[in-house]
Every structure is written in C-alpha cells, then in structure tokens.
C-alpha cells in the first residue's frame, strides 16, 4: 500500500497496515478505525464512484460502506484473505447493489439503450491522467483479449449481470462465463508476476 | 446448473456479475469445492487490485460524517467457533431460527429435531427442492431503498426461500422479520433475521402456503414481534409471478 515498491501484488502480506488495522477495529478500536478510514476511503469511494457515477449517491453509499466494515469487522477472519479484498468486496457489491435498484436500473437502461456497445477502448484510453496503479491495471486489461476486457469491464465498471452482458454483447452466456473467469485468471498471473 | 458449470462462474461471482439466485447456488457450492474457494480468494485479490487502481479521495466532509455515525453504532458480535464454513453456519443460524419460529407460530410443518448438521445437509438440499419443485412460484418482493429480494414458494413442499441482497444491516437491537399474509389479512410472524457481513440474506420459511397471498418483511425489535410493529419495508405479492 504505502511501500516504495508499488508493484500490484496478488499474494497479501500477512502484516499489511489495512488487514492489521482491520484485525484491531474488529476488536472495537475505533481509532484504529479512523486509521483505517484514511487508508481505504480513496478506494472504497473510487470504485463506488466508478460503478455509480454520480457523485452525490457514491458519497451515501461510502457512507454505508464505511460504517458496515465497521460492524463487520468483528468477523473479518484475516486466513481468508487480505484486509484490502475484504474491503474491496464489501464496496464492490454495494455499488452495484445501488446501480441495480429498481429505480436507477429504469435511469440506467435508458442511458444504456444510447450508448455505443463498444466502450473498452474509451475506458482505456480516456484517464490520461497518470496514476501509476492506474496506468498498470488498464495497460494489463489491454493484454486481455477484447472479450476478457470487454466481459470484466461491463461487469466489474458498470455493475451488469452476466445475463445483460450476454445479451448486450450477443453471445451465449457460457462463453461470458468463461472469459470474465480466464480473463481475470491472465490478470492474476500478470499481477504475480509484476506489472 | 451443472457442477461443471458451477466450476466457471468464480469470475462472474466475483466480479458481482451473479442474480440473486445464481449466487446463492454458487455460495452452496463454494462450500462444498475447495478448488473454488482457493479461486475466489485469488480472483478477490486480484479484482480489489483493478477496483483499488480506481482511488479518488472522497469529499472531506464524509470522514466526519461517518466517524460521527460509527460512535453510535454497535459492532456485530464475532461469529463463534469456527467449526465449519462462513455458508454453512448462516445456514445453521437461519434454520434454528426458522425452526423456533415455526415452533413458536404453530404454522405449517414443525421442523423435527435433527442435529444441527444433519439439518444443513438437510437444509441445502431443501433449497434445491424448492427451486427445482413443479409448482415453485418467483414474486419479486419490493423493498425500500437499494434492496431486493425474491421469494420462491413450494406449496406442495410447505416451503419457501428468500434471498436478498443490498440489505442494509437494521438498526442496533431491530432485526428484520418475516410474515406471512393470509387471505384474510392474517399475518402470521415467522423468522426473524440479519443481512449477512455484504448485505444478503437467504431465509428458508416452512408453512403452509395454500391461504397465504402474499410475504412481508418488517423492522422490529430483536426476538420478533407477535404482530408488527412497523409498516413493511418489503412485500411480495404470491400472485405476481415474475
């Protein structure tokens, strides 16, 4: 997280700040909770904000986010895996928990109805804005085959079921399956290895 | 759904890419596929890389506002002995908790006493019984906020199950609660429960389903409510089929 060696690494260090402090929140320090927060809040309200777009509901479901990792970390269990995908996970579905609301899926199928199928290479290429984690997960998601990419970015960015990703893209659903799962799998290798 | 098949969707799962149901089903195999657990937990880690990449300080004010609303707020209590999986023991907890509602209600079938783990055996495989039964009818529940829910009835089993998911945890010492509503109007209180840690829920309900128009779920206070005390935050109307 904070070390020099910014390499993306899958295999989490045991004594990592965000899983450590996670283990002490989980005790009821809420000190170390507001330690937490400075780590996390950035990517907690990034990928929220990436999946829900506007900023003001990104900001209420942060909100909600951030208090239930502090209900929960009573059962965050560090043997299953890192503090950081702990928290990730949590923000993750709750962004598209919101996107998938009856009333925002009713906005959103009209914006989608509008919008070109073909959006992988403008999420690529539009952040020309440097950030050097950035930079290296978008620069792996262009090693994947446009369909990995195209698959695990409608999934992963914009919060749609495989079912609507099949449908959008016209392909049976087990090949979407199947990409988003050999694509992530390239992308875990990659990672291993050091972008 | 095959095995096989249930072997291919760690990237969908993880990807939240999953409807409510084909979660749930994959969940019940990740407890019993050690191969799949190990991906998950690798693929975890590799999409909270894709998803941290994306990091934007969020507005100022929030630190505040959410430090300000974890100093009123009860943490969970830890879950107990780590005897088996996550899955496995969320089943336990809501089937004991079915079980002394359907007890305490008298409604429908009394679920016998069985041990603990015969009973989720038990109880997983009731699920796919459900699911798969001829006459198993999907309503649709519409709840409040970012929820959702769908409920699957068997009447010839006496049996249904909710599953959810963008459940927001109840306040402290309120837990949600399920009713049944009767064609009369009649409610009759059944299991109460939480959202697990990432906002789902599954509830498996047994009763006798041939009067009951409709299911609710209310807000009320820990141990359940005899009538509610609340207007519903959900309600899935039996004959609206989707």
């Known amino acids: 997280m904070m070390q020099p060696d910014r390499r993306l690494q899958v295999v989490p260090e045991p004594e ?52 239930e990792i502090w209900r929960n970390a009573t059962r965050f269990d560090p043997a299953r895996g890192s503090g950081k995908a702990w928290v990730m996970t949590m923000a993750h579905r709750r962004g598209v928990d919101r996107v998938r609301s009856a009333q925002a899926s009713i906005e959103r199928d009209h914006k989608v109805a509008a919008q070109s199928v073909d959006i992988a290479h403008d999420e690529v290429s539009e952040q020309v804005e440097i950030r050097l984690d950035r930079q290296r997960v978008r620069h792996l998601l262009t090693e994947l085959t446009d369909m990995q990419r195209q698959t695990i970015e409608l999934a992963y960015y914009k919060g749609f079921s495989q079912r609507e990703i099949a449908e959008k893209l016209d392909l049976p659903l087990g090949t979407v399956k199947t990409r988003m799962r050999d694509g992530l799998i390239r992308l875990r290798d990659a990672m291993e290895v050091g972008a | 759904m095959s095995t096989e098949d249930l072997h291919l969707l760690t ?175 009649g409610k009759h209180g059944m299991s109460t429960f939480e959202p697990n840690a990432d906002g789902t829920a599954e509830m498996v309900v047994n009763a006798d389903f041939s009067n009951i128009a409709a299911v609710a779920v209310t807000v009320e206070p820990v141990g359940g409510s005899k009538q509610p005390t609340s207007d519903p935050v959900g309600v899935a109307a039996l004959g609206e089929q989707i």
């Open chain 2, 11 to 185: 990237g969908a799962y993880v990807l939240d890419s999953l409807d409510d149901l084909e979660r749930v089903a994959f969940e019940r195999h990740l407890a019993d596929c050690e191969d799949c657990r190990n991906e998950v937990h690798e693929l975890r880690e590799t999409v909270a890389q894709i998803g941290a990449a994306e990091t934007t300080p969020p507005p100022s004010a929030l630190r505040q506002s959410v430090f300000a609303e974890v100093a009123r707020t009860a943490q969970l209590p830890p879950h107990v002995a780590p005897v088996t999986s996550q899955r496995t023991r969320r089943w336990t907890q809501g089937l004991a908790v079915a079980a002394v509602a359907v007890l305490a209600f008298g409604l429908g079938t009394v679920v016998t006493d069985r041990s603990a783990e015969q009973t989720v055996v038990a109880q997983e495989d009731q699920l796919t019984q459900i699911v798969s039964a001829p006459d198993a009818v999907m309503a649709a529940m519409k709840m409040k906020g970012d929820a959702r829910s769908k409920v699957i009835v068997s009447p010839s089993q006496g049996k249904a199950v909710m599953v959810g998911a963008g459940i927001a945890a109840p306040t402290n010492n309120m837990v949600y609660q399920v009713w049944l509503v009767d064609d009369n109007g």
């Open chain 1, 16 to 67: 990592d700040a965000v899983t450590r402090l996670l283990s002490q929140v989980g005790r009821g320090d809420e000190a170390a909770f507001r330690e937490l927060y400075d780590h996390i809040a950035g990517w907690v309200y990034g990928v929220i904000l990436r999946v829900v777009r506007d900023p003001s509901q990104s900001e209420e479901v942060t909100q909600e986010v951030m208090v």
